[in-house]
């Protein structure tokens, strides 16, 4: 540890507890299972939390993360990483002003066929639980809220799910890590009576997302104002992710 942070003017710590005694907030890019444990600790010290998705391994370990950091109070912000470039606000924007009869999705990569990616995390849980819940996010709030969510397919191969929104919309997301593209496909189709919306993530530069993710945590942390999208969007993506679960198992 002591080598990466040298060349960056970074302290160290010998012990997860230390570091929570040197800072204010804590930035998390660990496995789910790692970060459901983590930060709860980080929130029962009241450190600030910038939490990746899934929030935890499960729906449990997810509600107890949520409740911890809501129990002290702390600001708890949810890296969904295209929700903070200006063209996903731009879409989510319009899509409000619609009304959608339904839609169709997809989050397509190869990332899982090898490299940095390829973690052991999602070589075992597969598409559903890492790029699922970037699409629910989007399906949720530009179709309207869901109502219920199913799947069929294999997770670590390519899985389609279909949502009912609560507004009688349909919407249906295809997932898939393990297929050889060039580049990735995220892209959400709206369709209803003035027409078609469509979000294509190709068209935009993610380096954008992160400078944006950044500041916005920082204002929250000092004003101390709830950030969104938060912990409890982070909960509410893995309820939705518990009723496919056992279908796609």
């Known amino acids: 540890a002591a080598a990466v942070a040298a060349p960056h003017g970074a302290a160290t710590a010998a012990s997860f507890d230390e570091l929570l005694d040197r800072c204010e907030a804590v930035a998390f890019a660990v496995p789910p ?23 935890g391994p499960d729906l449990a370990s997810a509600r107890a993360l949520a409740d911890a950091a809501e129990s002290a109070g702390t600001v708890a912000q949810l890296v969904l990483s295209k929700r903070y470039h200006p063209v996903t606000r731009e879409f989510l924007a319009r899509a409000r002003e619609s009304t959608v009869t339904g839609a169709r999705s997809c989050y397509l990569h190869g990332a899982f066929l090898g490299g940095e990616m390829a973690t052991g995390w999602r070589l075992e849980h597969g598409a559903l639980l890492d790029l699922g819940p970037h699409l ?25 799910l279909t949502c009912e929104h609560e507004n009688g919309a349909v919407s249906q997301a295809s997932l898939s890590g393990a297929i050889r593209l060039a580049r990735a496909h995220t892209r959400v189709e709206l369709y209803g009576e003035e027409g078609e919306l469509v979000y294509d993530a190709e068209e935009f530069d993610h380096e954008e997302c992160w400078p944006v993710l950044r500041r916005e945590f920082a204002e929250a942390v000092r004003g101390r104002r709830a950030p969104d999208p938060d912990v409890r969007r982070g909960l509410r993506l893995q309820e939705l992710l518990a009723q496919v679960r056992p279908a796609a198992a």
Do not use: C
């Not at 970060?35 to 600030?48: F, I, S, T, Y």
């Not at 629910?136 to 389609?160: F, K, Q």
């Open 136 to 160: 629910l996010d989007l399906l949720d709030l530009a179709v309207g809220p869901i109502a219920s969510v199913r799947g069929t397919g294999d997770p670590r191969r390519w899985i389609e």
């Open 33 to 55: 299972a790692v970060q459901a444990e983590l930060a709860v600790r980080a929130a029962r010290a009241g450190r600030a939390l910038l939490l990746e998705k899934p929030l």
